[in-house]
């Protein structure tokens, strides 16, 4: 039951942390922070520090060989939160702080990179493995945006694998410390941090890493069509003309113009024969005689 807490609040951080990435915030300064707290990241760098402290912690009380890379990862990410927080005469520069992260999400990758040798038999591997892919996305984003400040498309990404990674650590939690591990497969747990899930035949071990594969491809799935459904709704509501009526734009052109047709109450016939009339005194006559032209022909039948 503590491996399912610590892993669910991992995961609902990592997703609130991802909604601050991808989100444009607009905070209104306060009158009991100062200037550079009133900024739109520091919401952002608050919750990343409770998250690391908490990881930090974690890592502190647990008693196991992978305390030591963990502390090292936390002690990044803390760092790197705190950073806008320094009392300095001017902020740190974007770019600095993209490159702390960038060295805290590649401390992060060879952490989890680092567990596979300490339980080889284990289906938590699989699990693990599948981590560094949102990680990675982490990384690379994170370099894209040191190299180009202030560009959405890098922070957009880095969203994008914070959200996944937030995800599978929810998926995570479920799979390893509830009934919803896979069939023919159970959590041996020597301590909090030190356990492993061991499988009775191997064929029951092939099924779980399968099962695993398809757990991250329906996540990752559903990642798509979220973010696919969100962009769709901001460019929907951004293009939404506005409401209420307005002035044709023919009718911006023709406004202070002097109206030069009058509507009359003519029916159609009339201008017909007005029509045939203007037609008819148009053709020239030559020498008194009129044109051969106007002679009306006559059916061969008639007489």
């Not at 990680?135 to 880095?158: D, F, K, V």
């Not at 798509?224 to 939404?240: D, W």
């Amino acid at each position: 039951m503590p491996g399912l807490v610590a892993y669910s609040g991992a995961g609902l951080g990592l997703l609130a942390l991802a909604a601050l990435e991808s989100l444009p915030l607009r905070v209104p300064p306060h009158r009991l922070l100062p200037r550079r707290l009133a900024t739109p990241l520091h919401l952002r760098h608050l919750l990343a520090a409770s998250l690391s402290a908490l990881c930090l912690l974690s890592a502190l009380v647990s008693a196991h060989h992978l305390s030591l890379p963990t502390l090292a990862a936390s002690a990044l990410f803390l760092l790197y939160s705190l950073a806008p927080f320094a009392p300095l005469a001017a902020p740190m520069p974007l770019p600095l702080l993209d490159l702390l992260l960038a060295a805290a999400f590649a401390q992060e990758l060879l952490l989890f990179a680092h567990r596979r040798p300490s339980t080889a038999a284990g289906i938590e591997n699989r699990y693990f493995d599948l981590l560094l892919v949102p990680i990675g996305l982490c990384l690379g984003a994170t370099l894209l945006a040191a190299h180009r400040p202030g560009e959405p498309a890098p922070r957009l990404a880095r969203a994008a694998g914070l959200a996944l990674q937030g995800t599978w650590m929810l998926q995570m939690g479920f799979s390893f410390f509830t009934s919803a591990v896979a069939e023919g497969c159970t959590l041996h747990a020597a301590s909090r941090a030190d356990y492993t899930i061991k499988c009775r035949t191997h064929e029951d071990y092939h099924r779980a890493r399968s099962v695993a594969t398809l757990q991250f491809n329906g996540h990752l799935a559903l990642l798509v069509i979220a973010g696919t459904a969100a962009y769709a709704a901001v460019l929907s509501r951004a293009n939404r003309p506005p409401s209420g009526y307005s002035v044709l734009g023919k009718e911006v052109q023709m406004e202070g113009m002097p109206i030069l047709s009058q509507f009359t109450l003519d029916s159609d016939e009339e201008k017909e024969d007005e029509g045939v009339t203007t037609t008819a005194t148009a053709v020239p006559v030559a020498n008194g005689v009129e044109s051969h032209d106007e002679i009306p022909l006559h059916a061969p039948d008639s007489k």
